[in-house]
Every structure is written in C-alpha cells, then in structure tokens.
C-alpha cells in the first residue's frame, strides 16, 4: 500500500528551537509539495520540487524555513529558529509528473507542529 | 495566474438529503480540477478530478461534479448524505501538461444531521 509517510506526527517545541519534519513520497514519484494548513490561512503552498530541483518556494519564509530533497526518497522542511506563529500542520504530498498527467497529490497524514 | 472559490464555509445537511458544495474557478487556461476529502487528523485524499473530456465525473462515495465552462464552476454534488460524509471538502485547480502549482480553496466543512 503505497502511501506518503511523514515524521514527526506531532511536534511541541519552544520558542527558538529547530524543527526538521520530514517526509518519504510514493516511491517513483517525482514531484514533491509542502503545504501548511490553519484555520486562519487554510492551506498553503511553501514550496514544490520536480525531480528534487526546488521550482517554487515563494510561499515560504526565507529568513526561517527551508526546504531540501537530500534525495529521492526525502524531503525536508526545517525551521529555524521557530516561532509561535508557526504552529500549524504541515502537510507533504507526492505526485507524478508526465505528459498525461492528471495533476493528483497524494497527501501524507501531516505533521503537527506547536511552537510555545 | 488561477484561483479557486469555495463558498460557504460551513454547511449542514440531514441525513439523506442533497449535498452540494459549490466551487468557481478562475483559470487562463483550461483547467484541471479537482475535490478532496480530509477527515479529522487526516490528510487531504482525491475525491474526483476533471480533467478533459466528459464534463460530469464520478467519484468515491458516490460523489460527482460537474464542470461548467460557461459558469466557470465545478460543484460536487451527492443525491443523499450519509453520516460518514461529515468531512472538510477543498477544491483544487492546477494546469495540464506537467505539475504547476496546484492551488486550493479555503475548504467546505460538511456537517451532517441525524
């Protein structure tokens, strides 16, 4: 059963402190998407990447966040240092790009981050 | 640039009554769209999508929706609600032809009433 895995599932942390989440797509796919979702903002595109090349990640806060694909099999959004306002679910999903493609993510079960 | 627009941010329906959750877009170009389904401490998973071709799509649960060009809409629709439907719904646009940004709404949570 394939499906998009991510770690930690819940997270508390103070203020200050580095947060790494990570997260393990549907093997073969190529395309990667970090989301946050609140209640105030809904969901919200951080960043996306293709074959592991960032595409977009206009939607993220440079100063604090980053996000990396280390390899196929990973990809990894961190904050540093974190704040309150970060506390949200963050979301991965994976899809697969070609030229027939249909544009479907499959989304992993987020991690929930609470920054104190 | 494309957008989607749900409205309603809540809606209750009874058991066994019409559901119809309402979505409008706004694309440059012809659009794929799509519904999720979250449930409670869960990620979003795909409902339906359009795509090209046939305008009504049927989806899981006995889901459907329909993509109107002229009424830039695609509203998901279900002939009698079940309990089970009690979920938050998002619509989501994106562009063919390779992954561009896909783009949500702000989500519909669908309360039903026994």
């Known amino acids: 059963d394939a499906r998009v895995t991510q770690t930690p599932r819940d997270k508390v942390t103070e203020m200050g402190q580095e947060v790494t989440m990570r997260c393990q797509p549907i093997l073969g796919h190529n395309t990667v998407f970090w989301y946050r979702q609140t209640m105030m903002q809904g969901l919200e595109l951080l960043a996306y990447?293709?074959?592991?090349?960032?595409?977009?990640d206009s939607g993220m806060p440079k100063d604090r966040f980053s996000a990396e694909m280390p390899d196929a099999t990973l990809a990894t959004l961190k904050i540093q240092p974190s704040e309150p306002r970060d506390s949200a679910v963050y979301f991965c999903?994976?899809?697969?790009?070609?030229?027939?493609?249909?544009?479907?993510?499959?989304f992993g079960e987020g991690s929930r981050l609470t920054v104190l | 640039a494309q957008s989607v627009t749900q409205l309603g941010s809540h809606v209750s329906v009874s058991e066994g009554a019409l559901v119809l959750l309402r979505c409008n877009y706004s694309?440059?170009?012809?659009?794929?769209l799509f519904w999720y389904v979250q449930y409670p401490n869960q990620g979003l998973q795909l409902l339906l999508k359009?795509?090209?071709?046939?305008?009504l799509v049927k989806g899981i649960n006995g889901f459907e929706a329909e993509f109107k060009k002229s009424e830039t809409s695609f509203h998901l629709t279900k002939p009698s609600a079940h309990m089970s439907d009690a979920a938050e719904y998002f619509c989501a646009v994106t562009r063919g032809g390779g992954y561009q940004k896909v783009t949500f709404g702000t989500g519909t949570k669908l309360q039903v009433i026994p």
């Open positions: 999903a994976s899809g697969l790009t070609a030229d027939t493609n249909t544009g479907e993510l499959f």
């Open positions: 990447f293709r074959n592991r090349a960032p595409l977009d």
């Open positions: 694309s440059s170009v012809p659009p794929y």
């Open positions: 359009y795509t090209t071709g046939a305008t």
